[in-house]
């Protein structure tokens, strides 16, 4: 922030800054007490981001045999930017991403938002369910893969499922078709999320008042309307919240996925995590690797940016 | 405009009788307040006209119509809750809208409506704010004005004063009166406050245990309570109640109440009741009409509570027990033994078994 706030926004946040009791001499001790603190923090944040820098202008990879600050003597500037604009590989994966949120994020959503509205009321077994509908979330991701891996063979449950249900022998290739295998990932998916997704919406649910849903019914609002003007209204920065937190994760899908089809057939499951990750272990181009990931947490880092103020804005007006 | 008939009205949560029985009729336009202790049946007798619960027995008319099985949106009944349930999400305009926007009334109908409640209710220059961090007395006009809005033929009130200041409730309860001038409605007002009651209702149902007490106007219940609990519950503090005996006196029928003598000679009606019961009584008078100083109840001061205007004066103890109301200048010390006499008109009698009052009506 500049020294002299320019926008009204910035104005209210300066006076906001609370004016150490003391002057300018508790401001010293204060700063001199927390130093340690800050030093660490700093190190923990700021040296492995520039590092990453440093080492994403550079051309250095693990098996040139010299040390990573001496990255220098291969210098390359921002070549390594510009070949990541070019990288199609790259882009693809992105896209498939953004796919695989696009279609995750908002089922878990859906799903998460109907069960819990579904366990906000009372009904028999509702402990046990609970605690089965919880148990995905349990489950190692690792764990997860390599049983959706072996749920989706071709001799596997879902093919037979499938033939009991169609009446004739079902026999689809689930991994090894490159629809089918990003289907498959994203299914695995949605079963491990969705129960975050249930319990944070739960949590929200729970929290509107129980005597304006009444006032409104009485008023004559049926169960939909109640639902769009009060239910969702009052749950709307643990929304935010939950999409917030599973669109973070998703975009870092990796180990279920990794599990089940190695980001295969070809590239048809690469997600951006999986493109990195073979790049850096089978390609070793460090300097490359080091370029996305800055340039993908720059991006990432905006968008988050946005949510928060979306979110800050929400919990005023809740 | 709608009265209630509640005929028979049983309700029972798994084995708990939360209401015994009661049959109560509410007449057009009347303003009823329910009275009681918490977890004497009132809130859950409130909440089976509202339609929010199902009577477990019995039935619920609103002019003659059976209420049974009509959801609570479709009653015609305005609700205020305790704590006013605003949609605190919303400005004020948009609460007072809520209702007939649900119902789907055209837009400009909508825009008329809230205009002339909130003119009624002088909500105009606060229609554009949100509904949260508004004052109570503000938020109460919200409420009312959100039910009033659909015309409802019947106004339930559930205890809406009791999250206010005691300052501020006497502004409330004068506007709340007020405010029911206006709209006409039927209402029925729960409370364990019997000033709320007592200053608002044009008759009050004293409710205790599931099952209603007495119902009259706030003089009657005060004046003629009909057992020991009307008599205890209604007055600050409530009816003195000696333990005694029917006896002949010189001068008429007199209750022989035991360690503390005798009574002053009963007035005659009172006297031919007293005669036909014999057992055993209990003897009541209020606190308020005791006249020091004359012969009758010789006991000693046991303390002495100064309230502003008044004092409450405590003689004896353990069942001779009784408490009197005097200006607070009223010149007694502790310790210092006086001679009390009940005004005739104001003593009642009791059954000592059944709690019954004797002779009802003064």
């Known amino acids: 922030m500049s020294a002299v706030p320019a926008s009204g926004e910035d104005a209210v946040t300066a006076r906001r800054v609370p004016r150490p009791v003391g002057g300018d001499e508790a401001a010293r001790l204060g700063f001199r007490l927390t130093l340690p603190a800050q030093v660490l923090v700093l190190f923990i944040a700021a040296f492995p981001l520039l590092m990453q820098l440093y080492i994403s202008l550079t051309d250095w990879a693990p098996l040139d045999g010299i040390g990573w600050w001496r990255a220098w003597e291969l210098w390359n500037g921002f070549a390594n930017y510009t070949d990541l604009i070019a990288d199609d590989r790259l882009w693809s994966a992105l896209w498939r991403t953004a796919i695989v949120m696009l279609v995750c994020v908002p089922a878990e959503f859906l799903l998460g938002l109907g069960l819990a509205t579904l366990f906000a009321d009372e009904f028999p077994g509702k402990r046990l369910f609970y605690s089965i509908l919880l148990m995905p979330m349990m489950v190692v991701p690792a764990v997860a893969g390599y049983m959706f891996f072996m749920l989706f063979q071709s001799g596997g449950p879902v093919n037979d499922i499938l033939s009991g249900l169609t009446g004739r022998p079902v026999a689809i290739a689930w991994l090894s078709d490159p629809t089918l295998a990003l289907v498959a990932v994203m299914v695995a998916d949605i079963w491990q999320w969705t129960p975050l997704m249930f319990l944070i919406l739960l949590a929200g649910l729970v929290g509107v008042p129980e005597d304006q849903m009444k006032a409104a019914t009485l008023l004559g609002a049926n169960a939909w309307q109640r639902f769009v003007t009060i239910v969702l209204p009052k749950m709307k920065t643990i929304i935010v919240i939950a999409l917030a937190i599973r669109l973070i994760e998703n975009f870092k899908i990796f180990d279920t996925l990794f599990i089940m089809t190695g980001g295969g057939p070809g590239v048809a499951t690469e997600t951006i995590s999986v493109y990195i990750y073979k790049v850096t272990t089978q390609d070793l181009i460090w300097g490359y690797v080091a370029a996305i990931a800055l340039a993908i947490l720059v991006v990432l880092s905006i968008v988050a940016v946005f949510a928060m103020k979306r979110m800050a804005a929400a919990r005023i007006a809740a | ?362």
């Open chain 2, 1 to 362: 405009m709608s009265s209630i008939r509640l005929d028979n009205l049983v309700k029972r949560f798994g084995d708990f009788a939360a209401l015994k029985t009661m049959d109560l009729e509410i007449a057009d336009g009347e303003f009823m307040a329910l009275l009681g202790p918490s977890g004497c049946g009132k809130s859950t007798t409130m909440n089976m006209v509202a339609g929010m619960e199902e009577p477990s027995e019995g039935r619920i008319l609103f002019g003659g119509r059976d209420m049974a099985g009509v959801p609570m949106g479709r009653r015609g009944v305005g609700f205020v809750f305790q704590n006013y349930a605003i949609f605190t999400h919303m400005t004020v305009r948009q609460n007072l809208a809520y209702g007939p926007r649900m119902r789907g009334a055209p837009k400009s109908e909508v825009e008329r409506r809230v205009a002339a409640v909130a003119d009624l209710l002088q909500l105009g220059p606060l229609l554009e704010r949100r509904a949260d961090r508004l004052s109570v007395n503000i938020l109460q006009r919200i409420a009312i004005g959100r039910s009033a809005i659909l015309e409802p033929a019947i106004f339930l009130l559930d205890e809406p004063l009791s999250n206010v200041d005691a300052a501020f409730r006497a502004v409330m309860r004068t506007e709340l009166k007020h405010l029911q001038r206006q709209f006409r409605q039927t209402m029925v007002y729960v409370t364990h406050d019997q000033l709320e009651a007592m200053t608002m209702a044009d008759r009050i149902a004293v409710m205790d245990h599931g099952v209603l007490q007495q119902v009259g106007t706030p003089l009657d219940v005060y004046n003629n309570p009909a057992n020991v609990f009307v008599a205890r519950f209604i007055g600050a503090p409530g009816m003195n109640l000696l333990p005694g005996r029917p006896a002949e006196g010189d001068r008429g029928l007199v209750v022989d109440l035991g360690p503390l003598g005798a009574s002053p000679p009963l007035p005659d009606r009172l006297a031919a009741a007293a005669r036909r019961h014999g057992g055993p009584l209990l003897y009541g008078f209020r606190p308020e009409a005791l006249e020091l100083g004359r012969p009758g109840l010789a006991l000693p001061v046991t303390f002495v509570e100064r309230i502003g205007a008044r004092a409450v004066v405590h003689f004896g103890d353990g069942a001779t027990a009784v408490k009197g109301v005097f200006a607070n200048d009223v010149g007694l010390a502790v310790g210092e033994t006086v001679t009390l006499r009940p005004d005739r008109g104001s003593v009642r009698l009791f059954d000592a078994a059944s709690g019954r009052a004797l002779a009802g009506e003064g």
